[in-house]
C-alpha cells in the first residue's frame, strides 16, 4: 500500500531532496527539522517568542505540502483524519504543514526500516477514544438545545 497522496514524482523527489539513506540522519525529527518542517520554538525566560518554521528545503517542502493536501483528499484515512483533527483547532495551513510532516516521519521509517506502509485508518482517532467521540456529540446536541442520555447497546 501506498502512502495517501504520496505519487511517483514526490517519491522521486524526497529520494533525491534526502537520498535514499537515512543513517544520515539519526532521527526522523532530525529529517523534519533539515526539510522544515518542524515547529518552531523560540523561547527565553519562559516566554514563548515564535513559533514559526524555519525556511528548509524549498523543493522538499513543495512537494511534502502537495502530497498533504492530496492526502487529506483520500477517504477513510488517517491523514485526513490528522488534517480535520487539527484543522478544527489551528486552521487549514497548520493543518497541512502537520500532514506534510507526519509524511515525512513515515518516509523516514519506511526507507531506514525497509517495512511496508500500513494506513491507520480514518476512523483511528475515534477507535483510540471513543468516549472522548461520545462527549462531543453529547456536548454538541447540547449545545442545540436537547438533552440527552447515552445508555450502550445491548
Known amino acids: 500500500m501506498t502512502i495517501p497522496g504520496v505519487d511517483k514524482k514526490t517519491a522521486e523527489t524526497i529520494v533525491a531532496e534526502t537520498g535514499a539513506d537515512m543513517n544520515r540522519f539519526p532521527s526522523a525529527g532530525h529529517l523534519a527539522s533539515g526539510a522544515g518542517l518542524c515547529p518552531g520554538n523560540d523561547e527565553s525566560a519562559g516566554k514563548r517568542k515564535s513559533g514559526k518554521a ?13 502530497a498533504a493536501l492530496a492526502s487529506t483528499r483520500r ?13 478544527a483547532r489551528r486552521g487549514h495551513k497548520k493543518a497541512v504543514r502537520a500532514v ?13 526500516k525497509g ?7 480514518g476512523d483511528y482517532f475515534t477507535r483510540r477514544d471513543p468516549q472522548a467521540r461520545i462527549r462531543y456529540l453529547v456536548r454538541q446536541l447540547e449545545q442545540m438545545g436537547q438533552r440527552i442520555t447515552v445508555q450502550p447497546a445491548a
Open 75 to 87: 477517504k477513510d484515512s488517517y491523514l485526513r483524519a490528522q488534517y480535520y483533527k487539527i484543522r
Open 100 to 112: 506534510a510532516h507526519s509524511i515525512l516521519v513515515v518516509v523516514y521509517h519506511l526507507l531506514s
Open 115 to 121: 517495512i511496508r506502509y500500513e494506513d491507520l485508518g
Open 54 to 66: 524555519r525556511k528548509g528545503n524549498r523543493w522538499l517542502n513543495v512537494g511534502l505540502l502537495e
